[in-house]
């Protein structure tokens, strides 16, 4: 049977939002695989969305970027209200927020964070909590919308959680990328923090702040939807790896050298977390 016209425009949109998530990343990319398929098409819409909005702060150094960054936030909009954009991202997104009754706020608060990344800011703690809510862990709640499918009670129940889940995403990143951070882009997010004195007691008073946000994270993921549950868990257990990896280096070395997780490493996990979630233990 022949699409019409406007199905096979938001198919094909969908479909670029979800070549954005293979190019980008691969680990959120298998993470995604490993869900329900009623769930991959709006997740890569989210990330197409978050994914490009971040591009525009991080990587279009010879363009004007706060104008590059205020149009796409009005094309957003419209996005959003029109029910239409020729952006293909912008439509992919659109076509979930309306859906899946995305709130406003969170789309407010994460471009405000990108334009954050454009102000030579020196974080005191209000504005790095600001900053995590809006670059992260609304993020997760645009999720939790797509995932909680109108369960309203449900989406209440696992906010909290899923706000600590993006948190530690967020702050894991920040850990492994704080040499690139500072010297590409002159940032160094964590309050309080001088990248040139950055010792292991620094290191080690943000590792305890990141275990908390990981430990209240868990029992969130135990009560998402089982077609959901996977690929969460799975990002969750790889941000671990990460973090874990990060915790028993020094603080030179991680001012030195970005932390990865091989290929090899990520691929156990997904088959440690396989063997776990087909016998009920996550």
Known sequence: MTQSPMNLFDTTTLECSKLI???YSTSFTLGIKTMH???HDPIYAIYGFVRFADEIVDTFHT????ALLERFRQETYQAIEERISLNPVLHAFQIVVNQYGIDLEYIDAFLHSMEMDLLDHKYDCDLYDEYIYGSAEVV???CLRVFC???EAMFERLKAPACSLGAAFQKVNFLRDIRSDFHDRGRVYFPQVDFISFCNKD???IEADIQKDFDDAYQGILGLPKGARLGVYLAYIYYLKLFKKIKELPAAHIMAERVRVPDNTKLALLLGSYIRYQFNTI
């Open 21 to 23: 998530t293979q190019r």
């Open 37 to 39: 398929p009623r769930f």
């Open 63 to 66: 363009h004007d970027k706060a």
């Open 140 to 142: 997760g709640l645009m």
């Open 149 to 151: 499918e109108g369960d």
């Open 203 to 205: 290191k080690e008073e």
